[in-house]
């Protein structure tokens, strides 16, 4: 029971946020959606849950067009920075609404959560620190039954405890109950540990979806004194690199072969991957 999204597109006005991205969001996952500020992840979100319509493409779930079933909806959930709660609802409130909007909304776990993060759940939404309305709406998300769990910066305002706590807890809830969650965030290293899979948006459009694993593969890194990591790389495929005085960092594409030395090899992690497919040609 894949979400399929096929030549999706989003104009605003005269601007074109989104160009036609396509990419598979399958069962029992854990996927990271990521791309630059003002590159079209929440635009794309938006449009899957249908708070914002599309323009034009399609979105379908098990080859059925996701917005016109209300069984399908239900199996989408999309948490993000938006505000939708009421002014005046304690979290107390909405986790009673969520209950019965969600008949298996696992309040077990919520509890667990509620403990875990120490959230005050008589205080009112409205007037929550930045960092609790994403703990709170974490909370919400990951107790949620829903099929596809769709997360959109949910650590904004979270510190670099909560930010592991969120990691840690949001594997227990894929354990307690297998579903999909993709997460869009800019903290790749963060959570690159947990995610099988990346979903890569550049300019409106998906330029890799690609199993981490493979990524991980796809290169290494050299580093060093100028003269020697050119000397090195002259005869292999660099993806990008970086130069501060005397010092090189290339990224390397293929397998790490002979070292030498001077030179320090490392893997190459998702964030390298990214930052380097990502790059604009004047930075």
């Known amino acids: 029971m894949s979400i399929e ?39 794309v979100l938006n449009m899957i849950a249908r708070r914002i319509e599309k323009t034009s493409g399609d979105i379908t779930l098990d080859g059925v067009d996701l917005h016109k079933t209300a069984s399908a909806m239900h199996e989408v959930y999309l948490s ?20 019965v909007t969600y008949p298996e909304f696992d309040m077990e776990f919520a509890q667990d959560l509620i403990k875990v993060f120490d959230v005050n759940v008589k205080q009112k939404y409205s007037k929550a620190s930045t960092g609790y309305k994403s703990i709170m709406k974490i909370i919400l998300a990951l107790a949620n039954p829903s099929e596809y769990i769709f997360l959109d910066e949910p650590v904004l305002g979270l510190d670099a405890n909560h930010r592991h706590i969120f990691n840690k807890k949001l594997l227990e809830a894929y354990a307690r109950r297998p579903r999909t969650f993709v997460i869009a965030t800019h903290l790749i290293e963060e959570v690159a540990s947990i995610l099988e899979k990346v979903i890569v948006i550049k300019d409106g459009l998906v330029t890799e979806e690609v ?6 593969r796809k290169g290494y890194v050299v580093s060093g004194a100028s003269s020697l990591v050119q000397e090195y790389v002259a005869d292999k495929k660099v993806l990008e690199t970086e130069q501060i005085g005397n010092f090189t960092r ?10 030498q030395p001077g030179l320090e090899f490392s893997p190459l992690t998702l964030q390298d991957y990214f930052i380097s497919i990502t790059r604009k040609e004047n930075e």
């Open 250 to 259: 290339s990224v390397v594409i293929g397998a790490i072969g002979e070292t």
């Open 5 to 43: 999204v096929k030549d999706l597109k989003k104009k605003f006005l005269k601007k074109e946020a989104v160009k036609g991205a396509t990419f598979t969001i399958e069962p029992e996952s854990i996927i990271g959606l990521l791309g630059r500020n003002g590159a079209g992840k929440s635009t």
């Open 80 to 99: 993000s920075s938006d505000n939708w709660f009421p002014q005046e609802y304690k979290f107390k409130d909405l986790l009673a609404i969520y209950k």
């Open 211 to 216: 199993l981490v694993e493979d990524v991980l």
